[in-house]
């Protein structure tokens, strides 16, 4: 359950961003989540809703666009795609895969007022 | 009047703990410090592999230890009776230590000028993988008890490791691990991964654990010399 703790990061972030670019009030939050960053979307929406309470994000709707796992498989010597780090490449088999997306965790937007 | 606007800011969700991570690390790198992040689940023996470590180090190195729980001191107490400087964290309801926390504990505990830290973590194979605290390298204990199916379970613990220690071996006899299959499934989730048979109880291995601290505190040394004499 760390989704918890990464929420109180994206509160504290909102916090910071409301002085910096002068808003009271958070309607949208839009965050990118990678298959293999780690993190449960089902949990970091929960998260969400209960951390954000009190604060200027508080019934804020969250928007999360889960991204793609891409990897570069030394065998093929392409990019593939992955979706778990135990995965083989989908076209060799092979475990020698280096992750090159996937591990976003990132808040991209937000729309304020 | 409210305007309804849109700001793009593309901010990283772990940026925080990464800048109190890197803080953390510039800090150690200057004293020549090498310190090891211990993950493991719960019971897989790593105060008890500490305490042995400590053992066979403390009359040629100094040593300091960050211990992290939820609850209790117990396992800082049983650091200090080796006579190791030790300072326990509790998160609480946290299941992780953060850059935060061990950046607290850091000026506390004043680790001296190359010494070699250990902090143990918390012990949960799954959040602690994602926060950095600013260590040299994360090692991570699977103790054969555990199966060895839990690198798939637990991939992004086992994809995160520098050094996988495999503990308590001397049980391999009554158990059916399959220790070439656990490896096997850690190379699944990293190719490169280095990992280590050992047993705190009875000692086996730990030479070779101990041979691959003494060589990343000399690394660690080297680093900060070499930075030292560019900034003389």
Same mark, same amino acid.
């Given at each position: 359950m760390h989704e918890m703790a990464l929420c109180e990061s994206i509160r504290?972030?909102?916090?910071?961003?409301?002085?910096?670019?002068?808003?009271?009030?958070v309607a949208r939050v839009s965050l990118e989540v990678g298959p293999l960053s780690g993190v449960e979307v089902e949990a970091l929406r929960f998260g969400f809703d209960v951390v954000m309470r009190g604060s200027v994000a508080?019934?804020?709707?969250?928007?999360?666009?889960?991204?793609?796992?891409?990897?570069?498989?030394?065998?093929?010597?392409?990019?593939?795609p992955i979706e778990a780090r135990f995965e083989p490449c989908v076209k060799c088999g092979s475990h020698q895969l280096q992750v090159t997306a996937g591990e976003e965790l990132r808040i991209k937007e937000l729309e304020v007022n | 009047m409210s305007q309804t606007r849109l700001i793009q800011i593309e901010q990283d969700i772990l940026a925080k703990n990464n800048a109190y991570a890197a803080a953390n690390r510039a800090l150690l790198a200057r004293s020549g410090v090498l310190a090891l992040n211990l993950l493991s689940s719960p019971g897989s023996g790593k105060t008890t592999l500490l305490v042995e470590t400590i053992k066979r180090l403390r009359d040629r190195q100094r040593i300091a230890v960050i211990e992290g729980d939820q609850q209790t001191s117990a396992d800082a107490a049983r650091i200090r009776e080796t006579g190791v400087p030790a300072i326990q964290i509790?998160?609480?309801? /946290?299941?992780? %230590?953060?850059?935060?926390?061990? /950046?607290?504990? %850091?000026?506390?505990?004043?680790?001296q000028a190359h010494s070699i830290l250990f902090i143990e973590n918390v012990g949960n194979l799954v959040c602690p993988a994602a926060f950095d605290l600013g260590e040299a390298y994360k090692v991570v204990i699977l103790s054969v008890t555990e199966g060895e199916d839990k690198p798939l379970k637990y991939p992004d613990m086992f994809a995160a490791a520098d050094l996988i220690l495999v503990n308590k071996i001397d049980l391999m006899p009554h158990l059916d691990f399959d220790i070439a299959q656990a490896v096997a499934n850690m190379r699944k989730v990293k190719p490169s991964v280095k990992v280590l048979e050992v047993s705190a109880r009875s000692g086996a291995g730990l030479d070779r654990w101990i041979a691959w601290i003494e060589a990343a505190h000399a690394l660690e040394r080297i680093g900060a010399d070499a930075t030292a004499q560019l900034s003389d």
């Open positions: 504290t972030t909102l916090e910071e961003q409301s002085r910096l670019h002068n808003f009271t009030k508080e019934g804020a709707h969250l928007d999360i666009i889960e991204s793609r796992g891409e990897a570069w498989c030394m065998v093929c010597a392409e990019s593939v | 509790n998160t609480g309801k /946290g299941c992780h %230590l953060d850059g935060h926390m061990v /950046g607290h504990a %850091l000026e506390e505990l004043a680790p």
